[in-house]
């Protein structure tokens, strides 16, 4: 084993229960972030949940915040790795591998700042919204023409002396003020940006590393075939529970607990490709001996015509006297 190998084995050692456990603990994180954010029904009551509950708001994003600083040590734990076992990697990947991450987290600690101030400045009705009363109010005959008046009733809650429609055009003029108190908020721009540039950063480091971390035998075609997916998943709000398939397993990969082991490819520090289908076939057809040494029937070789033996004496004499027996009939 060289000595760049050797380190690179010797690094992936030391730090792989660190890694294991950072990529555990991330998904850990983000599940829990879920039921101690805010929700509401509409922007103008999640803006009101956000206000009445400024320290839920604040742990969500906090545990958003370090679940993405987490993550960025397997992703860089994972494509040094792959790097260390092929020479066709591009080594400057590795900026936005380490970045994608980072950016996320700092969207999601800005995200803090923009919803409370979107909150303070819509409760204290500094936001108006651009959406006109008679707009609002043919919005709501609409949706009691295609759906009935029952419909506006359970889906408004109208209290005590209002009726649906009122109820309709009122929360809709609530929630596009919202809007406009969340747009106008200072550090939306910044938010919406780093946000933005590290899902589709994450989504690039998935898709690379995963297909390399395949291709080297660093995960097999199934493991590896689901990071892809995982990148994706970033920006597909409802499949992120790929990702956080993904890098659990990835943690127990680390820590050295999945069933059959790590890869090979992880012990022998360098790249060991997973057989295609063709060569699975061929190898189940090989003859216990290889092929040069099997019994199989070759055939009978082509006889070579410079090789042919000569005629014997009596078939000589008789192809001379053949012309003579014939010129005697004449």
């Given amino acids: 084993m060289t000595k760049s190998r050797a380190e690179s084995r010797a690094r992936e050692q030391r730090w792989a229960v660190p890694v294991g456990l950072a990529s555990i603990v991330a998904v850990v994180l983000l599940i829990a972030s879920r039921p101690l954010n805010v929700s509401g029904d509409g922007e103008a009551d999640f803006l009101r949940e956000a206000h009445a509950h400024t320290g839920s708001l604040v742990l969500s994003s906090l545990a958003l915040t370090l679940a993405f600083l987490l993550l960025a040590l397997p ?46 400045n819509f409760v204290a009705g500094k936001a108006k919204p651009e959406l006109t009363v008679a707009e609002a109010r043919e919005e709501c005959v609409e949706e009691r023409k295609d759906n009935g008046v029952q419909f506006l009733e359970d889906e408004y809650d109208p209290g005590q002396g209002v009726s649906p429609q009122r109820a309709c055009e009122g929360h809709k003029l609530a929630d596009d ?42 995960l097999s075609r199934f493991w590896g075939s689901l990071a892809m997916v995982a990148g994706i998943s970033f920006l597909l709000g409802p499949l992120i529970l790929v990702a956080l398939v993904w890098f659990v397993y990835f943690g127990l990969l680390c820590l050295g607990i999945v069933p059959g082991g790590r890869p090979p490819a992880w012990e022998a520090g360098e790249a060991i490709p997973w057989p295609t289908p063709g060569d699975k076939a061929a190898a189940e057809l090989e003859p216990e001996g290889g092929w040069e040494d099997s019994d199989i029937d070759q055939g009978d070789p082509e006889p070579d015509p410079g090789d042919e033996p000569p005629a014997e004496p009596q078939a000589q004499a008789a192809r001379v006297g053949a012309p003579a027996t014939r010129s005697g009939r004449r």
């Fill in 177 to 218: 003020a919202a809007s406009q108190a969340t747009k106008e908020a200072s550090l939306v721009p910044l938010a919406t940006g780093l946000g933005l540039a590290g899902a589709l950063g994450l989504v690039v480091t998935l898709l690379y590393t995963g297909l390399w971390a395949m291709r080297t035998g660093l």
């Fill in 75 to 120: 992703l860089l734990y994972l494509f040094r790795a792959v790097a260390a076992r092929s020479d066709r990697v591009r080594p400057q990947l590795i900026g936005l591998v380490v970045v994608a991450p980072l950016f996320i987290a700092a969207s999601s600690a800005i995200a803090i700042s923009v919803t409370s101030e979107a909150a303070d």
